[in-house]
Structures are given as C-alpha cells and as structure tokens.
C-alpha cells in the first residue's frame, strides 16, 4: 500500500528524531526504526489500528511516546501527524477537513 504525509507530518517526524539524536546520539535512530517499524505494520493492515476519530486512526510507537495518526484510504494511507501521546491531544484536527 502506498502512502504519504501530510507536510506538517514530515516536519514533525524530522523534528523529533533531530530532538533524540541531540539527546543522545544514536537515539535519533532508534526512534527512527521505531517509526518505520510502527508505518511497516500499518502499511499491512490499515485497519487494524483503534479509531481515535473517525476516520483517523492511531498506531503507538514501540519505546517512544508518539504515535502515527494516520487515515487509511481506498489506495493509500495518509499520515496526518505524529504526535506526541501526551500534549495538545486535537492539534492536528486543522489538517483535516471538517465534517
């Protein structure tokens, strides 16, 4: 399956791994891994992951306290942050188009 980030996603995906590698070196990557490892399995089952709001759901990384929000489409999956688990839980809602 095919996916993409939302732009504001990708800045803060590179954000958060530059935040660990200046912590400890090497920590970037890890979180890294644990990103691509968390995107691996949503990628193979999109629908397997709990609704935080329909239709956007959420994938917790392993280690880290983020999260993939992400919506899963017909042929693709769009990423739509990746949050922190544990500030400003409705931030990313003006990515979105409202109902």
Excluded at 12 to 36: I, N
Excluded at 38 to 56: H, I, K, Q, T
């Amino acid at each position: 399956m095919n996916y993409r980030f939302h732009p504001e996603a990708d800045e803060e995906l590179h954000k958060v791994y530059e935040y660990y590698e200046a912590r400890r070196q090497g920590l970037g990557r890890r979180f890294g891994e644990a990103f691509d490892e968390a995107l691996a399995r949503v990628l193979e089952r999109p629908f397997a992951w709990g609704l935080l709001e329909p239709p956007y759901r959420l994938h917790r990384l392993k280690r880290f306290p983020y999260g993939i929000l992400y919506e899963p489409r017909e042929e693709e999956v769009v990423i739509v942050a990746v949050m922190h688990l544990h500030r400003r839980p409705g931030y990313w809602k003006h990515r979105v188009p409202s109902n």
